[in-house]
């Protein structure tokens, strides 16, 4: 079977140092305002499934995120009252099963790249979740750096109903980190979906909000953390993602190493500036 996607295909994006604002997406919604950027998976009629392309897509754009000079938070979410119902089955699902092993690595190594990439992308990532919020799907917002939700979504790890393993996109590594061992392989061994209430129990959502005030509160996030110091910010991150693989010491070791770095940017010295003068700093992020 011919393959239908082409895993090295890059879009046209900026060049290092460039800005973010005029970029435009072609399988799903963006938006930049304020030095926020805001993802939107638009299929809403399907419940925003994903394509060969927005895969390719979305890996592409978080990798760009890197060196955007105009982009100090992202927000990520989805049209129609849902976030992301996962690989389209009849435009992935179907095309997958008349591939060969070289494909097939192909596809898994693509759609683990979106995630890869949204973890190095220096800018915190807010996820509204909504709704459906399955397979892929739930991926993307485990990639996330936080997660708003309401109580009406329902987050599925559901690869064991299509015959696969819960080990996708990262799966066996972030979700134990983020709900524990044990409530991570209760939702990759049955698949079963986890409410809004029960999410924000377990520590997958960090909030939940009113499904009509859910984009306003994830917005409203990303302007405090936008204005915030984002070289410091991006600093956090790093740390955060690095520190899973370190020990203890050697974890201290690097964090002494990454605030020394952060204490040499002019935003630690506009903070003193204006504790000094009882004012409130205005970062500027270098």
Known sequence: MTQRFLPGKTH??????????????????????????????????????????????????????????????????????????????????????????????????????VVKAMRACPQPIIAAVEGVCAGAGALLALAADIRYGTEQSRTSFLFNKVGLAGCDMGA????????????????????????????????????????????????ALAREIAAGPGFAHSMTKKMLQQEWNMGVDEAIEAEAQAQAICMMTNDFHRAYHAFAAKTRPVFEGN
């Open 172 to 219: 066996c590594a972030l979700l134990p980190r983020v709900v524990g061992q044990g409530r991570a392989s209760e939702l990759l061994y049955t698949g079963r979906a986890l409410g809004g209430a029960e999410a924000l129990q377990w520590g997958f959502l960090n909030r939940l909000c009113s499904a009509e005030l859910l984009m306003d509160e994830c917005l």
């Open 12 to 113: 046209r994006l900026p060049r290092h140092g460039l800005a973010l604002a005029n970029y435009k997406a072609e399988h799903f919604l963006y938006r930049h305002a304020d030095g926020i950027a805001t993802v939107t998976l638009n299929r809403p009629e399907r419940k925003n499934p994903l394509s060969f392309e927005s895969y390719a897509e979305l890996r592409d754009l978080f990798r760009a995120m890197s060196s955007a000079t105009d982009v100090h938070a992202v927000v990520l979410g989805g049209e129609g009252g849902n976030f992301c119902s996962g690989g389209d089955v009849h435009e992935i699902i179907g095309p997958l099963t008349g591939l060969d092993m070289p494909g097939l690595l192909a596809f898994t190594r693509m759609t683990g790249d």
